[in-house]
């Protein structure tokens, strides 16, 4: 008896998990793998902590209103609408803007793994030695989206 109720609760653990995957937006799905989020944590598609939905919204939760960088996801759409979500998200970081205004370019927040649209969120490495760091990580390239 004791088998079967493990069973059970393995099986239960696997569907509530499946389910949190299966609920991750395909924009974040498609970001976290295309920035390299994904590389250091072999279970990122269980974590809402690899990348949180305030990377572009203004609610923990996602959904209206966009931050900063959200909203410069947004007008990469209008300026290229045939463009695919990587290929605006690639486009956005090559401009070199600083959607937040902190005082680090978008690309550069992404490689220090601190959010682009909140100003409070930067990193605590000076700029010219983050950006050593990602020129020898290979630059903005590197956030390229993967043909295939």
């Known amino acids: 008896m004791a088998g079967v109720l493990k069973r059970r609760a393995a099986w239960m ?32 598609q269980y974590s809402g902590k690899v990348m949180s939905c305030t990377f572009c919204h203004v609610n923990k939760k996602g959904g209206a209103p966009w931050n900063v960088f959200g909203q410069a996801l947004q007008q990469g759409f ?13 486009s956005v970081l090559a401009a070199n803007g600083d959607a937040d205004g902190d005082g680090y ?15 409070t969120s930067h990193p605590d490495t000076p700029l010219a030695e983050l950006e050593q760091a990602f020129q020898a990580a290979g630059g903005v390239t590197q956030y390229a989206p993967k043909v295939k």
């Open 13 to 44: 653990l696997a569907l509530l998990t499946l389910g949190t995957v299966s609920a991750m937006p395909q924009f974040r799905l498609t970001a976290i793998q295309q920035l390299g989020y994904d590389k250091l944590d072999p279970l990122w």
């Open 105 to 119: 370019p978008d690309a550069i927040e992404v490689f220090a793994r601190t959010l682009p649209g909140d100003a």
């Open 78 to 90: 209008a300026t290229n609408p045939k463009s695919n979500f990587s290929q605006v998200l690639y």
